[in-house]
């Protein structure tokens, strides 16, 4: 399986902030995905982060919002901008895992805004 | 786009009972079908998937059946054991390693 690598783990941040979380992977991988899992919910798609294009944002989700980088088939970062507490989720990145057609997942990124 | 609904949303077994989890899904070109188990504070994690020309697949104690025509997949787990106890995620992709869509996820209890 792919080994994924999220940081940071968990922050606490102040309302009007932004914050940068990293997904690195021990392999290059074509499919990079953001999911965003509510306290106590299922999991929702923000994002398909594209290398060498624009990430393709899911319905209720946008670029100014949550600008995705993919500069390589490694890695990617997830920007939430201007955060208010709606943002308080745990933020998870994942992964196909090379020619497996599986997708795993990062441990996640537990954010909580005040 | 894709909807997934999955019930029952809550699932109390005894310990050596079976367990049930049922998914249905609105778009007729997906044909991957991944269940994840998340325990607590954890990652989802892959325990078992089907694809759309396979219409059931079995892994020692876990089970997943699926019935295209009708737009329903079932997770079933046999001789259920405390370490069973989790969240379970049920999904669908028109592509295995393609963005999936999540139902809302089955609590899963053990009792001893």
């Known amino acids: 399986s792919a080994v994924i690598s999220q940081k940071p783990s968990r922050d606490i941040c102040q309302r009007g902030t932004s914050l940068t979380i990293q997904c690195q992977v021990d392999?290059?991988?074509?499919?990079m995905f953001w999911y965003r899992q509510q306290p106590g919910q299922s999991l929702t798609l923000i994002a398909t982060a594209n290398q060498g294009s624009e990430a393709t944002y899911e319905s209720g989700f946008v670029i100014d919002k949550f600008p995705i980088s993919r500069p390589n088939l490694t890695f990617s970062t997830l920007t939430v901008s201007n955060m208010s507490p709606e943002d308080s989720s745990i933020y998870l990145c994942?992964?196909?895992?090379?020619?497996?057609?599986?997708?795993?997942f990062g441990a996640g990124t537990r954010l909580s805004v005040l | 786009g894709e909807n997934v609904e999955q019930h029952p949303s809550t699932l109390s077994v005894q310990e050596g009972d079976s367990a049930v989890i049922k998914c249905t899904y609105s778009d007729s070109a997906s044909n991957y079908f991944p269940w994840y188990k998340q325990e607590l504070g954890k990652r989802p994690q892959l325990i078992i998937d089907i694809r759309s020309n396979v219409g059931e697949k079995k892994d020692q104690r876990i089970a997943v059946t699926l019935n295209k025509t009708a737009k329903h997949f079932s997770l079933h787990i046999t001789e259920t054991q405390p370490e069973d106890s989790a969240v379970y995620f049920c999904?669908?992709?028109?592509?295995?390693?393609?963005?999936?869509?999540f139902g809302g996820g089955t609590r899963v209890l053990v009792k001893p």
């Open positions: 392999s290059q991988v074509t499919m």
């Open positions: 994942s992964v196909e895992g090379a020619g497996k057609n599986i997708q795993y």
């Open positions: 999904a669908a992709s028109r592509a295995a390693g393609n963005k999936l869509t």
